[in-house]
Nanobody
Framework: QVQLVESGGGLVQPGGSLRLSCVASGFTFSTYVMSWYRQAPGKERELVAS????????NYVDSVKGRFTISRDNAKNTVYLQMNSLKPEDTALYYCNGRRLLWGLPTDYWGQGTQVTVSS
């Protein structure tokens, strides 16, 4: 049974920090690109950050560059998102995603999401 379980969300003041974690099980974590997405109320889900299966080539949406850092520990089947200098516009439900392409066909796994609220 495939599971992605996020944790670490919460309420934080502007300028604060949070570290999200996503623990995976039920698939070969080390072969999947892992990403964090977010969705704010009334907005489409957007890709925040992604990381290759080996932990290289991180990519970030422009709005979080320099503030967020994605990392992974393949020994622990876990991907992290360190979020610093948080802004109210970072408020959203944050989702963990695992994706692999096999013969050109994608396999996607999603977590249930963890809420991040940035407010004073």
């Amino acid at each position: 049974q495939v599971q992605l379980v996020e944790s670490g969300g919460g309420l934080v003041q502007p300028g604060g920090s949070l570290r999200l974690s996503c623990v995976a099980s039920g698939f070969t974590f080390s072969t999947y690109v892992m990403s964090w997405y977010r969705q704010a109320p009334g907005k489409e889900r957007e890709l925040v950050a992604s990381l290759s299966s080996t932990g290289g080539s991180p990519n970030y949406v422009d709005s979080v560059k320099g503030r967020f850092t994605i990392s992974r520990d393949n020994a622990k089947n876990t991907v992290y998102l360190q979020m610093n200098s948080l802004k109210p516009e970072d408020t959203a439900l944050y989702y963990c995603n695992g994706r692999r392409l096999l013969w050109g066909l994608p396999t996607d796994y999603w977590g249930q999401g963890t809420q991040v609220t940035v407010s004073s």
